[in-house]
């Protein structure tokens, strides 16, 4: 029978369709080749090294000799950084206009790789870049918000093969993200507690539906996952803030978000995915309620108008199932990988 | 520059990202072939005459003869008609029985066609359909909220080829559909009148974003569309439930979204789309400050991590020219559509 279950965090109602549910083995994708297919450098890629897009360029890291990651600004960008800040009321009508900062995080020298083929390293000093864009966005007052995520593949958002993340900061905070918030909120009024720090708790206890845990974080798939292998990253310290998180907490981060990624490209053949970095807005950044987290979010479904039109999710696998599923990858030794010295 | 600008009646901003926006020319799909290449009837079509599944018949249209419409239950339903309503919560985890109903309106005899190539009638009796779904669901207490959508091709989330809508009824509210109510509360406790009807008069009144307008409804491109052609068609009189709508309304909202559909379909070559018919929850349907309404999607561009980790859109498409263009798209004559007699 399904089940409509709660996401205590959102109170989103999620539906588990157990009747048309399918067992994880069959979200497995047919193969598509594989990114090592591709030339390990484009002439055309404007983030290959020899073609960097200097003009553009924030920083690299490391600052000299070969860099590993560079931060460099979209060159069509979302959102501009310029001098206007004005907010318009013209009749009904309200704007602004549309400041702020859009960078890509262009994450290995190579253009034939993916963040679970590459070395522990590469996501450490990416994490780090993403810390390094925040503090720079934080000193601008006008910035509300700052989110940083990954688009990996075609449904997924992306157009450029050249593995790369990015970051925006808002001049204004999402009204999805007040809404969350004010949840947290909520929650923490009535139980003197933050919720993420009890939906970790408790998964702990369960350990139905952990898929790895290390020593600062713990990744789960929610009761109410939205979609197949949806999957949360949560720190165990509670704070607000990703750029509260220790250097330590970072390579532990890099840790757990590859082993994650790798059991998803391994077990189920290299599906297209997002990350999100979801951090409490700058304004709010030392409130007690609120716990920054990694969402992963691969791609094995479609949305439809149902999910248009109610905002509510059917998921088509049993997190449980999910989570299982993913434990048992068995991943490759991980020196075979890649052939870095 | 980008702007960001706010939707009244969500109070979500929308960037509209000028530096990264297309034409509505650029929208237009490569032709994919047409849907009259299929053949007018599938023997492996559980939906074409002759292969009717009899024993998840709702009702049809007409009730004899041959009928125009069918309502089936869906074989593979998300919500099951069952007797067991219970809430559970079992440590901090809350969930009900997945009980709620999930039928298909198949929309006409013919596998090969498509409600933009259909004649009015076909999406007349679509609409009545529902209607008469609504009414059934509503006899039932436990039900909470009722939507209905239609998903066009594969990338808006249907497997099935031959032409079908759905009708969803649940048993809870969606959380989304409750913050959205509220915000039209707060406009009316500010303003004294109904958020949609305010936009449908500014719309009207600017007419720079208004692609169809008949008797009853105002078809327009929201000044903060979420996505490229994102449209809401509003009924002129305000009340907030679809059920309320009168014989003559559905009939004149055929046209307008057979219109709309059309102009799609011959303007941007067929695109997948998603339609949804929004009304207030059951317990609100006598509500003041709400006002259903109906939202077409067409599946043009994809969502990102952005959208995902913000619940903000990025919209890359001036909703003024996209509304230019779909007023300027020039329709076939009505009677070269469909062999009929």
Chains 1, 2 share one sequence.
């Not at 870049?129 to 918000?145: G, K, L, S, V």
């Amino acid at each position: 029978m399904p089940e409509i279950r709660q996401n205590l965090a959102t109170r989103e109602w999620v539906i588990i369709a157990t009747e048309r549910a399918r067992r994880p083995e069959q979200f497995i994708l047919p193969s598509r080749g594989s990114v090592l297919d591709r030339p390990e450098y484009d002439p055309n890629c404007p983030f290959c090294p020899g073609n960097e897009e200097l003009d553009l360029e924030r920083f690299r890291i490391p600052a000299s000799g070969d860099w590993q990651v560079r931060v460099v600004r979209n060159r069509y960008p979302a959102l501009l950084e310029h001098d206007e800040y004005q907010r318009r009321l013209q009749g009904i009508n309200r704007s602004l206009a549309g400041f702020g900062y859009h960078d890509i995080v262009v994450e290995s020298r190579r253009h034939n790789t993916c963040a679970a083929l590459e070395p522990v390293e590469g996501l450490i000093t990416t994490l780090q870049a993403f810390q390094t864009c925040a503090a720079i966005y934080r000193r601008d007052p006008r910035i509300e918000h700052i989110v940083f995520f990954k688009n990996h593949g075609a449904t997924a958002g992306t157009s450029l093969l050249h593995p790369h993340a990015q970051a925006v900061a808002l001049p204004v905070v999402p009204h999805d993200i007040r809404v969350r918030n004010e949840e947290a909120r909520r929650y923490f009024d009535d139980y003197g507690e933050c919720v993420l720090c009890r939906m970790r708790e408790d998964e702990e206890r369960q350990q139905d539906r952990i898929v790895v845990s290390s020593r600062h974080f713990t990744a789960f798939i929610p009761y109410a996952a939205y979609s197949p292998f949806h999957l949360w990253i949560v720190p165990r310290r509670h704070t607000a803030h990703f750029l509260n998180a220790t250097a330590d907490e970072i390579e532990d981060l890099a840790h757990v978000l590859r082993d994650v990624l790798r059991r998803i490209y391994y077990g189920l053949n290299d599906p297209d995915y997002n990350y999100v970095i979801r951090s409490a807005p700058e304004s709010e950044r030392l409130a007690r309620h609120l716990h920054w987290y990694v969402t992963v979010i691969p791609r094995v479904t479609q949305t439809a108008g149902f999910e248009m039109g109610t905002g509510m999710f059917i998921n088509t696998a049993l997190p449980e199932e999910s989570a299982r599923f993913l434990r048992n990858v068995v991943l490759p030794d991980d020196s075979t990988d890649n052939d870095y010295d």
